[in-house]
């Protein structure tokens, strides 16, 4: 099978070439899966024509896996119609190469798609309702991919993704542990944090499962993330506690932590088995990550 990923340079992106790579040794891995890990170099998404032009000089995949995404959550409110390009329009072009191709496509998309009104975790067919330009470029990319293939996709909604790789939270707090005596974090917003390499293996798991490969199957939405819930305030206070740094941590709320974009109140997402499998609670994957902490 000839299986494609973009965002090479991401933390999904990285993190499942680590544990394909890690896979191929232990299984002793006959080379059947042909993996082309691709960036913005090889396939960049903010052109129509790019990608016309790089599915049809390239083989045809079997499956299409889209880590890329135009990320910066505050810089979206200022390039809207950039986040819109490449969370929604090239989605569509990957959804129309997709069905070209006859391939399978797993696309990423993320808990902002919800208003975090809730006060319970949010299921798969909950009502979205974004209250920022990245979240409604991302629904937008679902929507889009639902409409163009009805079946054969599969949409992963994942939260606070952190990993080894790229910038995020546990590497911003752990620098700012060392560097300063003194922090504030917000302590009124509730998420399920998601360590990248737990999310690229239930990715390999769906790829490898025998029944995914030769089977048409309605397009589904999954929720995919570590299990529990935290604020940003309690996590950050669980990475000091287990990195031993010793700063002080001060809780703020949203109202006094001003970003262009507003960010929901509460995204725990009910987390879907994906083929049987039980996601790792959000602190025994923190504890797991020795290179990080
Ligand atoms: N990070 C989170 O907390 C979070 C939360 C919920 C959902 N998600 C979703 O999870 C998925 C993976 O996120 P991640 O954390 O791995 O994101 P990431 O680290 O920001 O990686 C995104 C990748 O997309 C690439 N990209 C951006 N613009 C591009 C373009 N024009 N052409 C080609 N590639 C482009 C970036 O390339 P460069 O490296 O060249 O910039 C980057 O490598 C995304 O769909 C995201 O929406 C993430």
Not at 108 to 125: A, K, L
Not at 155 to 182: A, C, H, M, Q
Not at 185 to 194: C, L
Not at 241 to 246: D, M, P, T, V, W
Request: glycine share 4%; with cysteine.
């Amino acid at each position: 099978m000839k299986i494609l990923v973009t965002g090479k340079e991401g933390q999904l992106g990285q993190s499942l070439h680590k544990v394909i790579s890690a896979s191929a040794k232990i299984d002793n891995d006959d080379g059947s899966n042909e993996f082309t890990f691709v960036g913005r170099k090889e396939l960049d998404l903010s052109n129509d024509s790019n990608i016309n032009h790089y599915f049809n000089s390239n083989n045809k995949f079997d499956i299409i896996i889209n880590c890329a995404a135009y990320t910066a959550v505050d810089k979206a409110e200022e390039e809207p119609e950039l986040a819109n390009q490449i969370n929604h329009l090239a989605v569509k072009q990957l959804a129309e190469a997709a069905n070209r191709q006859k391939s399978k496509l797993i696309h990423i998309s993320t808990d902002y798609v919800f208003d975090g009104e809730s006060s319970n975790p949010y299921t798969e067919v909950d009502e979205t309702n974004p209250i920022n330009v990245y979240g409604k470029t991302k629904l937008a990319g679902e929507e889009t991919l639902q409409e163009i293939m009805p079946t054969n996709a599969i949409i992963i909604r994942t939260s606070w993704v952190y990993s080894e790789y790229s910038n995020n939270f546990v590497k911003t707090i752990l620098r700012l542990g060392k560097e300063k005596d003194e922090i504030n974090v917000v302590s009124d917003q509730i998420g399920s944090p998601t360590y990248a390499t737990d999310l690229a293996e239930a990715i390999l798991t769906i790829i490898n499962n025998k029944d995914y490969k030769n089977k048409e199957r309605p397009t589904k939405i999954y929720h995919y993330s570590n299990e529990g819930e935290i604020s940003w305030y309690d996590f950050a206070k669980e990475i000091f506690k287990l990195a031993r740094i010793e700063c002080q941590i001060n809780p703020i709320s949203s109202s006094e932590y001003i970003t262009k974009a507003k960010r929901p109140v509460y995204t725990v997402m009910r987390v879907s088995k994906i083929n049987n499998i039980q996601s790792n609670n959000w602190k025994k994957s923190l504890i797991g990550i020795q290179s990080l902490i």
